[in-house]
């Protein structure tokens, strides 16, 4: 199936484009209005130096006026090859489109809205036959039923012409091409853009990512440089100010050479408030009952870092090299990987 864009915003044509696997760009003069475009024929020019192909509106009252505007456009520089007039369905239309196609031409018969009209644009050689799906759903049609026949008629009757599914207002509108069998789609960039969303694929892809960092990167890629520590000698107090200042939650208490003996953090400071009272924060780091700390090298890959937060159960993990206590990770800080 044909994927077009339809649009007439320069910008939003030339991000859709780079996609580098869109069929080609429809527009009208409804879409140029709304931009405030004045210059058509310049537009034009211009989106023919964008777009694969480009499907633009030739009007006329007779069917020598719609030849006479195609032409006409055609001589602005445009390559007949990758240029689709686009003419509203009626017997005048209808005589344009085969003097057109006589003449090489590529010809979109659209505003089509009963398969009376599909098959009178097919007998007359249409390159496109295009039912503008959300326009007639809003009258209460049954269009997909319309499409349906259309694509049945152009297989059954071996037609050259392809069912283009127009003004499409939502992704659904996608399924419902796809599962008739439609030859072309031409959607709005906002809708194509949704065509990939998908909450499961969003949620694998980030855990994908979760996990080759978790493989591929070392803990010194996430350590700040931002190391509180104190000595044995020092009062909780002290502590309390480094870790304030630093914006950790825990300070890394170290011997006289740099190497982790310990770690006090802020729950510790509420479980011993609790126990003994405010007075406490004038006790020496020396006289807690101070565990072994949970230290990690900074060359160690992050997924031994997650290992180690599992099986330690603890919320911090103090940052070594060669033995000294350089920095501090956090358990959230694996969780923001997750976020990134």
Known sequence: MELYLDSADVNEIKEAFELGFLNGLTTTPTFMHRHGITDIDGTIVELSKIVPVLQIEALGATAE?????????????????KTVFKIPV??????????????????????????????????AGATYVCPLVGRSQDQGLDTISLLEQCVEIVNYYEYDT????????????????????????????????????????????????????LMTQKVRDIVTNINPTVVANDSIHDALVKMTVSGFGAATIVDNVGAPIGIFTDGDLRRLI???????????????????????????????ASNLFKDSQVDTLIVTENNKAVGMIDIQDLMKLDEA
């Open 274 to 304: 609790e126990k003994e009272g405010g007075d406490a924060v004038n006790k020496k780091v020396g006289d807690l009952n101070i565990n072994p700390p949970k230290s990690i090298e900074s060359s160690a890959l992050l997924i031994d």
């Open 65 to 81: 006026e719609i030849v006479a505007e195609a032409v006409r456009q055609a001589e602005l520089g445009l390559d007949k090859t």
């Open 162 to 213: 392809k069912i283009m599914f127009s003004s499409v207002r939502s992704i659904e509108h996608f399924r419902n091409a796809l599962d008739v069998g439609v030859h072309t789609i031409t959607a709005p960039w906002k809708i194509i853009k949704q065509l990939t969303a998908n909450n499961l694929t969003e949620i694998g892809t980030r855990e994908f990512f979760e996990h080759t960092r």
């Open 90 to 123: 009626s017997l005048e239309g209808l005589k344009a489109c085969k003097k057109l196609r006589d003449q090489g031409f590529l010809v979109n018969v659209h505003l089509v809205y009963t398969v009376q009209q599909a098959y009178m644009a097919m007998a």
